[in-house]
């Protein structure tokens, strides 16, 4: 099993450029998160899904946009980027319920606005 | 959410068992306890969780007082592959999209 993978690892764009990450699971999990985590900063929960076709906002949303079409795949979209994005992005994925604390997580894309 | 706090650092020598505690005076009765690790680069890994007592599994042990307003995860016999930031994360297991990590502890194990 691949576990979580994202495309790509890295990137750099300039303000209002747009762009998309992708992320995709193999375990069949029904939750799926993206994060976003700033130098010597913990994570923060950007958007999440609950399950195909579903999508909910997180701690921090503004200005990112996610899709859920399949269950193994969920993006995030910089529809205008702006150097207060540059960060690392995290992708995640769980079960639900009671595993849903038990969450996987993918090894980043590092992300810079100039 | 339980706010939890916890020391920004620890140092320890490999071979040392390294005990790290967070205390979460506010937990409420349906949070669960559960900690991650992270190395530089990577995405945070899910280590252990538990709800009260003792939970050990291979890569540590969880220990957790009665009244559970803290809990002490252990890491016996410490490698240099173990310096990494350690967080504690408390909250009602079922509702994982309330996941909130603080700044952790960052733990550093030399020879």
């Known amino acids: 099993n691949a576990g979580v993978t994202q495309t790509p690892k890295f990137r750099v764009l300039k303000t209002g450029q747009s762009m998309t990450l992708l992320c995709a699971q193999d375990m069949n999990h029904e939750y799926m998160y993206w994060y976003r985590q700033d130098p010597g900063m913990g994570l923060r929960l950007i958007h999440y899904s609950v399950g195909e076709g579903t999508t909910a906002k997180g701690e921090v949303p503004d200005g990112y946009n996610v899709s859920r079409l399949k269950k193994q795949n969920f993006l995030l979209g910089l529809e205008s980027a702006a150097p207060s994005q540059t960060s690392v992005y995290f992708c995640a994925s769980s079960y639900g319920g009671r595993r849903s604390y038990e969450q996987y997580f993918g090894p980043g894309t590092r992300l810079t606005v100039t | 959410l339980a706010k939890t706090t916890q020391p920004i650092s620890m140092d320890s020598y490999e071979g040392q068992e390294v005990n790290i505690t967070c205390s979460h005076n506010?937990?409420?009765?349906?949070?669960?306890i559960t900690w991650y690790q992270q190395f530089p680069s990577q995405g945070p890994r899910f280590i252990i969780q538990g709800y009260k007592t003792k939970v050990t599994n291979e890569v540590a042990s969880l220990f957790i007082p009665a009244d559970r307003k803290s809990s002490t995860l252990s890491l016996p016999r410490v490698s240099l592959s173990d310096t990494a930031v350690y967080y504690c994360l408390v909250g009602d297991r079922q509702a994982g999209t309330a996941l909130i990590f603080g700044k952790g502890t960052t733990l550093s194990v030399s020879s």
């Open positions: 506010n937990i409420a009765t349906n949070d669960y």
